[in-house]
């Protein structure tokens, strides 16, 4: 959600560090999501089954290829021009499948707001906070998709442990959640974005996620990215990462 050129600015450090990822944002790979997956220990840790909620253009998907390459992808996406912008940048990738659905708690159909941003659009409206902080946002147009609970896909889907839940569904994490418990049972690692202030109405923040988490058999771990208001510098937003540490079956 924050400005490209500002966040290049902000990634500046990080890639001074790490010279040889300039090449491959270069290369097309978003950089701030490279930045934030593209670590030795997510590297060690052996992914091979990726499933990402709330694709998007599937920014997310390629650096999760890129950074996992023998991982099968799995993505989500209710809007249809990001859909089939995400099949375009993952075309040729024979261990990728997208799915036209938002994802949620219950299985049907669903009004989504889809922002002026796209990466902004939500099922949830936007909060009074989340405008006045990031303004190009503000504006949406209402458009009906699909809903299905992640475990609704669960038959379909060959999930090799282990296993990397993305999920970033402005302000539905936790309607997510709700729905995937068999496929939690089968997760390894849950990167969750979640919010410190309400962005969206009705969403849960950080607090509802860790909590639901934890008694899921789930540990934090930390942050790996958080956004930050442009004026004032506060945090609003961050990319949690959990980690199993209790057997599936006590789920």
């Keep these: 959600m924050l400005r490209k050129a500002d966040r290049l600015l902000e990634l500046g450090p990080h890639f001074v560090r790490h010279p040889s990822l300039i090449r491959s944002a270069l290369r097309g790979l978003h950089p701030g999501t490279l930045a934030t997956l593209d670590q030795p220990w997510l590297r060690q840790f052996g992914v091979r089954t990726v499933l990402d909620v709330g694709a998007n253009t599937g920014q997310f998907a390629q650096v999760a290829h890129h950074v996992f390459p023998e991982a099968r992808v799995y993505a989500f996406e209710p809007l249809p021009g990001p859909v089939e912008a995400m099949r375009h940048r993952m075309r040729g990738i024979e261990a990728f499948q997208a799915f036209p659905a938002a994802i949620g708690d219950r299985d049907g159909r669903i009004t989504i707001h889809q922002s002026a941003s796209s990466p902004s659009s939500s099922i949830l409206p936007m909060t009074g906070a989340h405008t006045e902080a990031f303004p190009w946002t503000a504006g949406s147009t209402e458009v009906e998709v699909e809903v299905h609970r992640l475990d609704h896909f669960l038959p379909g889907l060959h999930l090799e442990r282990k296993v990397l839940l993305k999920?970033?569904?402005?302000?539905?994490?936790?309607?997510v959640l709700h729905g995937a418990p068999e496929t939690l049972a089968?997760?390894?690692?849950?990167f969750v974005e979640s919010s410190v202030v309400p962005l969206?109405?009705?969403?849960?923040?950080?607090?509802?996620?860790?909590?639901?988490?934890?008694?899921?058999?789930?540990?934090?771990?930390?942050?790996?990215?958080?956004?930050?208001?442009?004026?004032t510098g506060a945090v609003l937003q961050m990319d949690a990462m959990f980690r199993r540490t209790e057997p599936p079956n006590s789920v």
């Design 167 to 175: 999920i970033d569904v402005q302000g539905y994490s936790l309607q």
């Design 186 to 190: 089968q997760t390894d690692l849950v």
């Design 200 to 231: 969206y109405a009705g969403e849960a923040t950080f607090d509802a996620i860790h909590g639901f988490l934890t008694s899921a058999g789930f540990a934090f771990i930390g942050v790996l990215d958080q956004l930050t208001h442009p004026e």
